[in-house]
Structures are given as structure tokens and as C-alpha cells.
């Protein structure tokens, strides 16, 4: 079993930058896939970005894609989304996942594992 931990989240103005942290509890982090979604009010659960095992592979929406950036630091089972000109569209819940597959899906159905959920609001 696998437990992750959110961290990070808050109030931001537009434009402004946020870094979200997800530690894991397992001695086999750096055979999981990470991923980050987020889900607004009365909306579906959404994909932001995915990065695989080693790191050296990552995915990111459309929507996000030259504005967030997705890393991992396997020797602190940490993993991070950097959040840079934000904008009040992007106001959510964010949640970590995890997987232990090989490739990064952008469908919540393929994750087994995750987090509780930390919210980011952004004001505008």
C-alpha cells in the first residue's frame, strides 16, 4: 500500500507562483509513475501532468503545458509541480497519483494510489 501526502497549496493572486509537494510512504518510490490532477467545483477530475519512474519522461495538459513543470526527487519519495503565471482557471483541488505502470495515462481510472487533495485558489 501506498500513501501520499499533498503539500503546498494556498491562495495566490494572478500571475503569481505556487509549488505543490507530494511525499510517499514506500521504500519502492522510484518504481512509481507520479501524476497530478486537480479537480474544480462541479467539474470532472482532471489530468495536469505526469512524470515516469526515472524522471526523464514528463506530460503535461495543454492547458498547463509552458506554465507548470513536474519533478521528482526519488531519494526523498518526493515529488513536485512548480505552478508559474497562474490564472483563476486553474483554481482547484490538486491531488497526487501513482502507479506502477510504464506509461503516463491522463485518465484518473489508471492510478491506484492517491492523495488527499490540496487546494489551490487564484484570485484574480
Known amino acids: 500500500q501506498v500513501e501520499l501526502e499533498e503539500s503546498g497549496g494556498g491562495m495566490v493572486q494572478a500571475g503569481g507562483s505556487l509549488t505543490l509537494s507530494c511525499t510517499a510512504s514506500?521504500?519502492?518510490?522510484?518504481?512509481?509513475?507520479m501524476a497530478w490532477f486537480r479537480q474544480a467545483p462541479g467539474k470532472e477530475r482532471e489530468f495536469v501532468a505526469g512524470?515516469?519512474?526515472?524522471?526523464?519522461?514528463?506530460y503535461y495538459a495543454d492547458s498547463v503545458e509552458g506554465r507548470f513543470t513536474v519533478a521528482r526527487t526519488n531519494a526523498l519519495n518526493m515529488a513536485h509541480l512548480r505552478m508559474n503565471s497562474l490564472k483563476p482557471e486553474d483554481t482547484a483541488v490538486y491531488f497526487c497519483?501513482?502507479?506502477?505502470?510504464?506509461?503516463?495515462?491522463?485518465?484518473?481510472?489508471?492510478?491506484?494510489?492517491w492523495g488527499q487533495g490540496t487546494q489551490v485558489t487564484v484570485s484574480s
Open positions: 512524470i515516469s519512474w526515472s524522471g526523464t519522461t514528463t
Open positions: 497519483a501513482a502507479d506502477r505502470s510504464y506509461a503516463i495515462a491522463d485518465s484518473p481510472l489508471s492510478y491506484d494510489y
Open positions: 514506500t521504500s519502492t518510490f522510484a518504481t512509481l509513475l
